[in-house]
């Protein structure tokens, strides 16, 4: 059965360096998503990406997010600077399109900022 | 805004009976999608069961099944023959066509030998 799959599984990153997850979303699947899900804690939506362009933003998605689908496959996050806050899992996601309305995870990216 | 409320933060079963996790939610949409997802402890977010607002038959998944009250705005999930794989927590979500999902805050469900 298709996935969705993600890198790095688990990332330490000292403050204020940059990171980049990634993700690969299921081959036909034209929405795709980011959540964060901060220890103990529900998920929240980031953002959500539709025909090369974000579609969707929370209030949590500042300027030092941003998305990106560089090529055919790949659907990125990055964090410009992170900060001690940053520490969550960040969960890719995607789906079909509108007539599916559900929505597949991938594994999770476990972040840590110390 | 829509909201999704799950009043019971933990619940416990034994094993092989019957639970019942509760769910409310909050919108002034009248078509939108309704879903329970499970996060075992390595924390990977797995669909469970979806339900279609338009549908006015409950959605059964082999021993999970919902209650999908509409004019209640409610959504329980009922799990039959607990299993110690069922371990885990609950989130109910909650979508609009081609908006977020908007989560739940979750039911940690410990089933107990």
């Known amino acids: 059965e298709p996935e969705v799959t993600q890198t790095p599984s688990h990332q330490v990153t000292q403050m204020g360096q940059e990171v980049i997850l990634r993700c690969v979303p299921i081959?036909?699947?034209?929405?795709f998503y980011w959540y964060r899900q901060i220890l103990g804690q529900k998920v929240e939506f980031l953002v959500s990406f539709y025909n090369n362009e974000i579609s969707e933003k929370s209030e949590i998605f500042d300027d030092q997010f941003s998305v990106e689908r560089p090529d055919g496959s790949n659907f990125t996050l990055k964090i410009r600077s992170t900060k001690l806050e940053d520490s969550a899992m960040y969960f890719c996601?995607?789906?079909?399109?509108?007539?599916?309305?559900?929505?597949?995870f991938g594994e999770g990216s476990w972040l840590t900022v110390v | 805004a829509q909201t999704v409320t799950q009043s019971q933060p933990e619940m416990s079963v034994q094993e092989a009976e019957t639970v019942t996790l509760s769910c409310t939610y909050d919108?002034?949409?009248?078509?939108?999608?309704l879903f329970w997802y499970k996060q075992p402890p390595s924390r990977q977010m797995i669909l469970v069961i979806r339900?279609?607002?338009?549908?006015?038959q409950n959605a059964t998944e082999n021993r999970f099944s919902v209650n999908f009250q509409k004019a209640a705005k409610s959504f329980s999930l009922k799990i039959s023959d607990s299993q110690l794989g069922d371990t885990a927590m609950y989130f109910c979500?909650?979508?609009?066509?081609?908006?977020?999902?908007?989560f739940g805050e979750g039911t940690q469900l410990t089933v107990n030998p």
């Open positions: 919108t002034s949409e009248n078509n939108y999608y």
């Open positions: 081959s036909n699947h034209l929405y």
């Open positions: 996601a995607s789906t079909p399109g509108t007539s599916s309305n559900t929505i597949y």
């Open positions: 339900q279609e607002a338009y549908k006015q």
């Open positions: 979500a909650f979508k609009t066509s081609g908006s977020r999902l908007t």
